[in-house]
């Protein structure tokens, strides 16, 4: 790198907020599968903290010698309702029990692939897992969840929509957090670094690191520079800058690659805020010039940021995957928290706005009173934008116990805090209880 380059990069770091958000080692159970769930155990206890001994100390010494934040370590694993199929889906939790002892002993931030995907249909332990998840997760403290009702191949599983409604009621009931760890997928990716959503497909290679970057902060600062300017310029800007991110995201993840001994896969592209003040989606969609985020214009705002972000990551680095593009989740992007607490934003909002963004509707608290059938009507509304759109959607919705419109919950850390959104109170249930599944949209025939 030219001088000039280290010295901006630097820059990014200290003043901009930027940093690698995630190290995720993805790691395939598949040859831990055993007939009894102890046997299974032990196997994946192994298997995971021999593969990822090092992962914590690597992610360390590279952020030192390099001066680059890598702020999350983490691991990802088969889909455990596979794992689990073998011994007839007997005691997920234990499961779920071992996980986290892999990670309390590695010392990672989370460990994802408490999933089953049943876009189409249950098999083997699918129900039993899905049925555990409000217990694994209050028991548990590293372990993220999820679930993929849907696809654009199959279509959407209303029958699981109406279950991970329930789902998610029981888990808010369970533990205040286990519903920050729950997301539910339609289209979901095999190679997502980013947490609660992440697991390994069974499609990957048997171990390897993908990167998630980061910088809202260093978008924001770019676009100060062309203030006024036509959205040409606007697009052409974040896509160079989103090109100087993703280089350095190649660079941090072909390095953990060599001294993990293990094969890079993918960065991930997605702009990924946190409640620190100057790293929020929003405030660049504010600095497009809307006064704030959730206005008319906010979502044509976002699609230029979105595309650009990706057409400029494309051509900084060879393997790119996950979910690639900006996240919106409310409780941990300051920008959006004030917009929400000013009236600005709403459900129906933020809904349109999943329509051209990563992922969907994220980290959102609503009253706890809220029926399973509205929630569930909330996935299959998510689901249908991601299935017809050919791209991957989700909901991580938080019932907050003994709360209503307007209170605050809060999470920490990375999580921030959620103010309680309205919902809309006409009900969906004979809508919800109809289950079966609706059919694939004709665009998905493309053999």
Do not use: W
Not at 138 to 165: H, P, Q, R, Y
Not at 190 to 196: K, Y
Not at 325 to 343: C, R, Y
């Amino acid at each position: 790198m030219e001088t000039n380059q280290i010295l901006e990069t630097i820059r990014m770091v200290e003043e901009e907020n930027l940093d690698i958000r995630t190290i995720t080692m993805g790691i395939s159970l598949l040859d831990c599968i055993a007939s009894d769930v102890q046997t299974t155990c032990d196997n994946i206890y192994r298997k995971v903290t021999t593969k990822a001994r090092n992962l914590v100390k690597v992610g360390n010494d590279i952020e030192l010698e390099f001066g680059i934040p890598i702020i999350n370590k983490r691991i990802s694993v088969t889909p455990i309702a596979i794992v689990a199929s073998a011994s007839g889906g007997q005691d997920c939790v234990a499961f779920a029990k071992t996980l986290d002892r892999c990670a309390l002993e590695l010392g990672v931030n989370f460990i994802g692939g408490y999933t089953a995907l049943v876009e189409k249909g249950y098999q083997g332990a699918d129900l039993a897992l899905i049925e555990s998840i409000p217990q694994a997760l209050a028991e548990t403290n590293f372990v993220c969840s999820s679930v993929n009702i849907g696809s654009t191949k199959a279509g959407i599983n209303m029958d699981a929509v109406a279950l991970m409604g329930e789902t998610i009621k029981k888990t808010a009931a369970a533990s205040d957090m286990g519903c920050a760890k729950l997301v539910v997928f339609a289209n979901a990716v095999e190679d997502n670094p980013f947490m609660a959503g992440a697991f390994h497909g069974v499609g990957e290679a048997d171990c390897e690191i993908n990167v998630g970057v980061s910088g809202p902060g260093v978008v924001k600062r770019a676009l100060e520079k062309v203030k006024g300017e036509s959205f040409d310029v606007v697009a052409e800007t974040v896509k160079k800058t989103a090109f100087k991110i993703t280089r350095m995201g190649q660079m941090v993840g072909q390095i953990a690659s060599e001294r993990l001994g293990v094969p890079f896969g993918i960065v991930d592209l997605s702009l990924a805020p946190t409640p620190a003040v100057g790293d929020s989606v929003a405030d660049i969609l504010e600095e497009m010039g809307l006064d704030s985020v959730g206005t008319h214009g906010t979502t044509a705002a976002l699609a230029l940021l979105n595309d650009a972000v990706k057409k400029g990551g494309v051509m900084a680095c060879n393997h790119v995957g996950g979910l690639s593009g900006a996240f919106i989740p409310v409780s941990e992007d300051q920008g959006m928290i004030t917009a929400v607490e000013k009236g600005l934003l709403n459900l129906e909002k933020l809904e349109a706005m999943t329509a051209i963004c990563s992922v969907g509707l994220d980290m959102i608290a609503i009253p706890g009173e809220t029926p399973a059938a509205t929630i569930a009507a909330m996935i299959a509304d998510e689901a249908a934008i991601g299935v017809i759109n050919h791209k991957t959607t989700a909901v991580r919705i938080i019932p907050a116990q003994g709360t209503s419109v307007g209170d605050m919950v809060e999470f920490g850390g990375l999580l921030g805090r959620a103010p309680v959104m309205k919902t809309n109170p006409a009900k969906s249930t004979d809508f919800i209880q109809r289950g079966g599944r609706i059919p694939a949209p004709i665009h998905s025939f493309k053999n």
